[in-house]
């Protein structure tokens, strides 16, 4: 499936039909709610150009990935979960975090059988141009809140922050950053953190105390992607404060919102200049930034690349053909693969992937129908990664066919619609 990636809504604008399929084939991408949420607002957005905002919404929808994404958790329900001790969050190796997940145990093995998310049902639904009436309510309150961020206000409120002069650099935002946030008054940081990112008296309270019951341990330890959220929104807020960003565009707020999701993926995408000017000060040095651009312009190398491939092999439909990237490194995927992925991808893209028809695939999916139909639920108590699970089942809706391009092929679709 590829490199975790996560894009924002101006790198998927950006693409067609075909190289929207080609991104979703070649990486296993990270959808995160600000995107859910950003496209849903399209609906109250004045569009141009002779087209209703239900068709740009729904044509954004196609172009969504739908064969190999996944929709991340909310920031909030993570650090929630992180600040009570009930979940540790892996910030280092850009995995998603996804929702729910039915733990079964069947035969002395273990499978996690994840359904279609809420997020994905509704990007579906809007392919088909159908909206339900609490989206359009909910479309309407966010163009609401986005026209009430005050960014005046926060230019105002950080000044305090500069009894010494301003920053003269993004570099020396990121310096003071970090300077504070290893401050000796540990506690003082854990209270302004969670006061700006907006938790409630009560959440406070518990976790300060669970934070000194267990240590007064620095606030990077007991709580890595609270920091990791707080150096994000901390570093927005005295860029604009330092006259480093500019506070005449409250969708700034919004933009930024994307940098939480940054630890869960190998590679982020946007053709947004907020993005690419912050983004690297918050990426680990085995991730990557690709500018929407030149994404888009190697998915159309590689959809001319392909589209010289012969009829008849074509026809078998790309996941039958393009189960790995060219081995060409002049291609940027490819780079791509070769920096985030096992370098057995090579290797491995020698072999055949059993077709849905072959003996094989005939066995992976009866045992995969065993899991769902036949396996036993285990107990709320125990818990099962991914990682731990001998088997991970993952029920989603795909295009059949995206753009011009067939993704199965023929006899694994007879009968089946054009579309799901």
């Not at 590679?267 to 690297?280: C, E, G, R, T």
């Not at 995927?333 to 072999?351: C, E, F, G, N, Y």
Request: glycine share 8%.
């Amino acid at each position: 499936m590829g490199p975790v990636l996560i894009f924002d809504k101006s790198a998927l604008e950006s693409l067609n039909a075909d190289e929207a399929m080609w991104f979703d084939n070649f990486f296993l991408t990270n959808i995160t709610p600000v995107f859910f949420i950003e496209t849903l607002a399209d609906l109250e957005k004045e569009i141009h150009a002779g087209r209703t905002a239900e068709e740009v919404v729904g044509g954004l929808a196609y172009k969504t990935p739908d064969a190999n994404s996944k929709c991340n958790v909310h920031h909030t329900t993570l650090l929630v979960g992180e600040l009570s001790g009930a979940k540790t969050i892996d910030m280092k190796y850009g995995r998603p975090h996804v929702p729910g997940g039915k733990a079964v145990e069947l035969g002395g093995r273990t499978g996690i059988i994840f359904q279609q998310s809420p997020e994905e049902a509704a990007f579906h639904r809007w392919q088909r141009g159908e909206f339900l009436q609490l989206e359009r309510l909910q479309a309407k309150r966010w163009r609401t809140n986005l026209s009430g961020i005050d960014l005046e206000q926060n230019y105002r409120e950080f000044q305090r922050f500069f009894p010494l002069g301003k920053p003269k650099t993004l570099t020396d935002v990121k310096r003071f950053v970090d300077f504070y946030l290893s401050s000796p008054d540990q506690e003082a940081v854990l209270s302004f953190g969670l006061s700006v990112l907006g938790f409630p008296e009560r959440g406070q309270q518990n976790a300060l105390s669970r934070w000194r019951s267990l240590g007064k341990s620095p606030v990077r330890e007991f709580a890595p992607y609270l920091t990791h959220v707080l150096s994000v929104d901390l570093f927005f807020s005295l860029a604009i404060a330092a006259d480093l960003i500019g506070r005449g565009r409250p969708s700034h707020k919004i933009d930024i919102a994307y940098l939480y999701y940054l630890p869960f993926c190998m590679v982020f995408v946007s053709n947004d200049k907020l993005h690419a000017a912050i983004a690297p000060f918050f990426l680990r040095e085995d991730q990557s930034f690709v500018a929407g651009g030149e994404l888009k312009a190697e998915l159309r190398k590689l959809d001319a690349y392909y589209d010289a491939f012969p009829d008849d092999v074509k026809d078998r439909g790309v996941m039958s053909f393009a189960v790995f990237p060219p081995l060409d490194d002049t291609f940027l995927v490819t780079r791509l693969w070769d920096k985030h992925m096992s370098p057995k991808w090579r290797q491995a893209s020698s072999r055949r992937k059993p077709l849905l028809d072959s003996a094989t695939g005939k066995t992976i999916i009866e045992e995969i129908q065993s899991f769902e139909e036949r396996g036993t639920p285990l107990p709320d108590g125990n818990r099962l990664n991914s990682d731990e699970a001998d088997n991970v089942v993952i029920k989603r809706s795909v295009y059949i066919r995206k753009g011009k391009w067939n993704r199965l092929p023929p006899e694994a679709i007879e009968g089946k619609n054009e579309g799901t």
